[in-house]
Structure formats: structure tokens, C-alpha cells
T-cell receptor, first 114, second 113 residues
Framework: GNSVTQMEGPVTLSEEAFLTINCTYT??????LFWYVQYPGEGLQLLLK???ADDKGSNKGFEATYRKETTSFHLEKGSVQVSDSAVYFC?????????????WGLGTSLAVNP | DAGITQSPRHKVTETGTPVTLRCHQT?????MYWYRQDPGHGLRLIHY???????DKGEVSDGYSVSRSKTEDFLLTLESATSSQTSVYFC????????????FGPGTRLLVL
């Protein structure tokens, strides 16, 4: 079945460091891929998404490219800030008829130190 | 934001009591979901709805029931709360058509003593 694997955390970086959070997936068909972010004490919110192979999603300085050949959707940011400290979730769509669901990774906690 | 509210935001209850959590949305989204979030388990789907009165089980549905009598409201009921149901519960919604993004509420923190 469909699944998502993302790197375990916690990840700790200094401000202005480069960030990569790995996400790989297993899927049949052509799912859409998502990154969500959860700030402390809040619900999840969409960070970026890509709907087909080679698409690049981007938002708030974060980027991820849908790589079908490596079944990956790694999240990157060139220079992190303290305000980026959060938990990041990778997900893929898994739709069949009325069954519209997202398959979730376990989340990666990021802490950015000043 | 999809205009999703959850109530209550915090609740403490005792083992064996029934508990109902409410999710309300103002976006007329067709799909609604209940998740629980626990350390080490990420997000796990409890139940979801694909329309009024149309619901189905998720991966961790035992001990939970849901109802959706109108588009904007999705209720989650713990029939007889247990300590293992202590968790943070999130409601999410998704529209129809090609848009698959889910929009989340702020969560309900439930403690079962």
C-alpha cells in the first residue's frame, strides 16, 4: 500500500543554516505530495505541495521537488530562522472514489537556535 | 484558512464517561476528518466523512463514533472514555474536485483520568 517515510528528528540547527528534511514515498498511480507545518500549540497548516512529477512547490523560502524517479519529496530551505522551529509532516494523497485521504509521515521536529 | 473551529479546546474527563468533540466549518467543504496526534505516532485517522450522513472508519476507529447531520458540523464521540484516548484531536476538511489539500482546526486537548 501507499506509505510515506520521513527522516526522524529532532533536527537542531543554528540560525541561517541550510535545512534538508528527507521524505520518500511508496505509491501506486500519481499522487499529489504535500508538506505541512505545525507550530507549537497549533494545528497543521499547508506549507507547500506538488501535484505531478518534476513540479516544485515553494512557500516562505521552503522548496520541495516531486521526484518520481527517486520517489522523493525532500524539503529544503537555504537559511532557517528561529521562527521556523516547528514539526514538519510529509504526506501524499490517496484517493479512490469517496475515499479521499492523505497518508502521513510521522513528522520531523526542527529546532533552530539563535 | 478554511474557517474551522473545534470545541472544546481543552477537556479533562474521567474514565468511563462519554465525551463529544465538535468540529464546525464555514467553507462548505464536502470532506471532514478526525485525527488523533500522539508522540511517536504522528497523525492517525479515526473517522472521516464524505458527505452528510456518509461516514467511514479510519485506522484507529475502535471506541469512537461520529455523526454528520449537516455539512458544517462533524461530531466525534468517545462512548466510554479510556486513558488510552488521552490525546490531541484534530479536525480537518477538504473540498471537492481536484483540490486535495486538507485544512486543519486548532485541536482539542483531551485528558482522561
Amino acid at each position: 500500500g501507499n506509505s510515506v517515510t520521513q527522516m526522524e528528528g529532532p533536527v537542531t540547527l543554528s540560525e541561517e543554516a541550510f535545512l534538508t528534511i528527507n521524505c520518500t514515498y511508496t505509491a501506486t498511480g500519481y499522487p499529489s505530495l504535500f508538506w505541512y507545518v505545525q507550530y507549537p500549540g497549533e494545528g497543521l497548516q499547508l506549507l507547500l505541495k506538488a501535484t505531478k512529477a518534476d513540479d516544485k512547490g515553494s512557500n516562505k523560502g521552503f522548496e520541495a521537488t516531486y521526484r518520481k524517479e527517486t520517489t522523493s519529496f525532500h524539503l529544503e530551505k537555504g537559511s532557517v530562522q528561529v521562527s521556523d522551529s516547528a514539526v514538519y509532516f510529509c504526506a501524499l494523497s490517496n484517493n479512490a472514489g469517496n475515499n479521499r485521504k492523505l497518508i502521513w509521515g510521522l513528522g520531523t521536529s526542527l529546532a533552530v537556535n539563535p | 484558512d478554511a474557517g474551522i473551529t473545534q470545541s472544546p479546546r481543552h477537556k479533562v474527563t474521567e474514565t468511563g464517561t462519554p465525551v463529544t468533540l465538535r468540529c464546525h466549518q464555514t467553507e462548505n467543504h464536502r470532506y471532514m476528518y478526525w485525527y488523533r496526534q500522539d508522540p511517536g505516532h504522528g497523525l492517525r485517522l479515526i473517522h472521516y466523512s464524505y458527505g452528510v450522513k456518509d461516514t467511514d472508519k479510519g485506522e484507529v476507529s475502535d471506541g469512537y463514533s461520529v455523526s454528520r447531520s449537516k455539512t458544517e458540523d462533524f461530531l466525534l464521540t468517545l462512548e466510554s472514555a479510556t486513558s488510552s484516548q488521552t490525546s490531541v484531536y484534530f479536525c480537518a476538511t477538504s473540498g471537492s474536485g481536484l483540490e486535495e489539500t486538507q485544512y486543519f482546526g486548532p485541536g482539542t486537548r483531551l485528558l482522561v483520568l
